[in-house]
């Protein structure tokens, strides 16, 4: 399926799309975290963050997926004076 402009506003600007996987890593970046932290947050294997960042797994297939968007959006993005 090809990137639509939703989906190129939700990498741009870190936003989870709980329907697309590709936007994970954007994600994840965005709010500062590395895949370790993401898993931890998640309770899943930070294996299985790789892989569907790499598009190996569709994580919708066996319930990763919502633990994972779950653990993003309830995480606050961090600010530029933060970041900094």
Do not use: Q, Y
């Amino acid at each position: 399926m090809p990137l639509t402009a939703m989906h190129i506003c939700i990498i741009r600007f870190g936003m989870i799309d709980p329907l697309d996987p590709r936007t994970l890593r954007p994600s994840r970046e965005a709010a500062g975290l590395t895949r370790k932290d993401l898993a931890t947050l998640a309770g899943v294997n930070e294996t299985t963050v790789l892989r569907i960042e790499s598009g190996d797994v569709d994580p919708r297939l066996d319930g990763t997926w919502a633990p994972l968007v779950r653990a993003l959006r309830t995480r606050p993005t961090p600010t530029k004076a933060e970041a900094a």
